[in-house]
């Protein structure tokens, strides 16, 4: 936990106040992530995503239990993360919808692949919660559906042509969007596959954005499969938009 804060500090400083600064809470225990989210406000940021308790799968009074002990410890704005594809805990919209008392509790990055969501969230609770897509190939759909926000993967990659496809489906310029979602789709499922760390740290080197390396038990890619994904890379990049 101290090297997170310490990269914490380091950001806060770093960025100086230009735009806000969120840290993820992802603890084990409700404890833990009620003491990160204490120390993380201490370090300076401005806001918090919170996920599930990690490794034990929780039921739902368990998971509504989790997430309002951590929001009683801050007075950050939280931005609640459902992503039950890869933590097995699934926060439905009625369970928004019972947690909507709770003011600290102000966005969703909803990101269980299942697109309805977004429709169901609206019709539940209206506008109770900023929702964001936080799945990088429904994005155009989540947008058409009701999402204000994207927090996508292949943005470490790609800065230019994210700002580009959000513009243009934000602006209702749909024809548009689409032709840039079609090129981008490739790069984009590659969010969505369990060796996502590698595949958009490859992307960004290839970008010249960053380096490959990962910390085990991830390992860098090789042989077969790293050609294929540099293919798709280099593909997007010969044919890439102009914004």
Avoid at 112 to 117: I, M
Avoid at 182 to 204: C, E, F, G, M, N
Wanted: contains cysteine.
């Amino acid at each position: 936990m101290k090297v997170k804060l310490d990269v914490l500090r380091a950001t806060v400083e770093r960025v100086a106040g230009r735009v806000p600064v969120l840290s993820g809470v992802a603890e084990y225990t409700t404890a833990l992530a009620c003491r990160f989210a204490t120390d993380a406000k201490k370090a300076g940021v401005d806001g918090l995503m919170v996920l599930p308790g990690m490794v034990y799968k929780s039921d739902p009074r368990e998971t509504m239990a989790h997430f309002r002990a951590v929001a009683k410890a801050t007075d950050l704005p939280i931005l609640c993360y459902n992503n039950p594809v890869s933590y097995g805990v699934d926060i439905t919209p009625a369970m928004f919808a019972d947690l909507a008392d709770e003011p600290r509790f102000v966005a969703i990055k909803e990101s269980s692949e299942n697109v309805r969501r977004i429709t169901d969230l609206k019709n539940l609770c209206g506008d109770r919660y900023l929702l964001f897509c936080g799945v990088d190939d429904l994005v155009l759909e989540s947008v058409v559906l009701g999402a204000i926000g994207w927090v996508s993967g292949l943005v470490n990659a790609f800065p230019e042509e994210n700002r580009l496809l959000w513009d243009l489906a934000t602006s209702g310029k749909h024809e548009e969007a689409l032709r840039v979602y079609r090129w981008y789709t490739p790069l984009l499922h590659l969010d969505t596959h369990v060796k996502l760390v590698q595949y958009i740290k490859l992307a960004s080197a290839e970008c010249g954005h960053g380096s490959e390396t990962v910390r085990a038990p991830r390992l860098p890619l090789v042989g077969h499969e790293r050609e294929e994904i540099l293919k798709i890379i280099r593909q997007a990049l010969a044919t890439r938009p102009k914004s």
